[in-house]
């Protein structure tokens, strides 16, 4: 006989920034995956999937809805990158 699972609540154990968190479905929209850290990641970061061998990697938008494997990989980077805005100064 099988067993009944119905009650049993799925845990997807996924990396942001290397911190471990765990979602309820293996399906997420981007706004739900950003709001798993605290705090939140806010619009100055943006959240990429990092993607296995010669494929890009991919942006996370909040507004989209994504299958997560369990063990998913993400970390974030700056929304904007000015490589004229840094403090290094050369000598």
Same mark, same amino acid.
């Given at each position: 006989m099988a067993a009944d699972h119905s009650n049993s609540k799925e845990h997807i154990p996924v990396f942001i920034d290397e911190v471990k968190f765990?979602?309820?479905?293996?399906h997420a929209l981007g706004a739900q995956l950003r709001a798993l850290p605290t705090p939140p990641l806010g619009p100055e970061l943006?959240?990429?999937?990092?993607?296995?061998? +010669?494929?890009?990697?991919?942006?996370?938008? +909040?507004?989209?809805?994504?299958?997560?494997? +369990?063990?998913?990989?993400?970390?974030?980077?700056?929304?904007?990158?000015? +490589?004229?805005s840094g403090s290094y100064v050369h000598s």
């Open positions: 765990e979602l309820a479905s293996r943006d959240l990429w999937l990092e993607v296995a061998g +010669p494929k890009d990697d991919e942006l996370i938008r +909040p507004e989209s809805n994504y299958e997560v494997r +369990p063990g998913s990989k993400f970390y974030t980077a700056p929304s904007t990158i000015n +490589p004229g």
